[in-house]
């Protein structure tokens, strides 16, 4: 199968680069807009292998996979740029319900095909994950190049991460990557419109929150020095995370690995 556009990404003027395997497609986004490129086209694969996941971490995406990267140059400030990942989830969250009815008919009572958002930009389906979204951004020439790189599990998923991940195939939804890209295209405009360069971002705060995992409950997030912890309480209107401690006070958090419930205590040590 060949990648292509759905039909709204197309009308709303998205282009597509597509590889057969490629190192990583944010990368690739990238070198194209320090040389002019300014979007917004798509950039995706099946097959990545020095991919980059968040906090340093690799993504390799075995082939069948979907790795892809939308670029696009805006005059937004770097702090609202960031605010894109939670459009990026929630339109990966659109595509993927409606390719998974029939597997979701067909095991009503499984939790496993749930799909919530966990901040800051996972996509887990059930307890695990089965995307991850990784946003970039440079200063070029006419404002910022914004990378909102979006890794998804569709044949394979690795075995060795923090929280436990799984894949489509494994849920026992069968679709290709090209398939999924087709939709997530398509959700991505949506999303993207709703977003408006950050005027949206209430509407898509309250969506998130929504799908939101682990809401109300007990948090850990490790960011490197001393974790955080307490109560998952909400997002802000600067997106950061905000925990409520034992001692009652209110922490925005702005980055870090996040565990809920009983993993908290073990996360946090
Ligand atoms: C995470 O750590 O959870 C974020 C993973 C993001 C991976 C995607 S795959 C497409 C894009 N290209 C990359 O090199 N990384 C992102």
């Not at 790795?67 to 770097?78: C, G, H, K, N, T």
């Not at 989830?89 to 597997?103: F, I, N, P, Q, T």
């Not at 966990?118 to 190049?145: C, F, H, S, T, Y």
């Not at 894949?167 to 999303?191: M, N, P, Q």
């Amino acid at each position: 199968m060949t990648f292509t556009l759905g039909p709204r990404a197309t009308s709303a003027g998205y282009r597509l680069a597509a590889f057969d395997q490629i190192g990583s497609t944010n990368a690739e986004a990238l070198l194209s807009a320090r040389a002019g490129e300014r979007g917004p086209i798509w950039f995706v694969t099946t097959e990545q292998t020095a991919g980059r996941g968040r906090r340093h971490r690799p993504w390799i995406a075995p082939r069948g996979n979907l790795a892809s990267s939308i670029l696009e140059v805006l005059s937004v400030q770097p702090g609202v740029a960031a605010t894109l990942g939670f459009a990026a989830g929630l339109a990966l969250e659109s595509a993927l319900a409606k390719l998974s009815v029939e597997a979701v008919l067909r095991s009503p009572e499984s939790d496993d095909l749930k799909f919530s958002l966990k901040w800051p930009n996972d996509l887990l389906a059930g307890r695990q994950k089965l995307a991850g979204i990784l946003l970039e951004a440079e200063a070029v020439a006419e404002g910022l190049a914004v990378v909102v790189g979006i890794g998804t599990n569709v044949v394979a998923a690795p075995t060795d991460t923090p929280t436990p991940a799984t894949s489509l195939k494994t849920l026992g939804v069968d679709i290709s990557a090209e398939e999924l890209f087709t939709a997530l295209s398509d959700d991505w405009a949506e999303f993207r419109g709703v977003w408006d360069n950050g005027r949206g971002f209430a509407e898509i705060r309250r969506l998130w929150l929504d799908r939101a995992a682990g809401l109300g409950q007990a948090v850990a997030v490790r960011a490197g020095g001393e974790p955080i912890e307490g109560t998952f309480d909400t997002i802000d209107e600067q997106g950061c995370m905000i925990v409520r401690t034992a001692a009652g006070g209110r922490v925005p958090v702005t980055a870090g690995d996040v565990y809920f419930g009983n993993a908290a205590s073990a996360g946090a040590r």
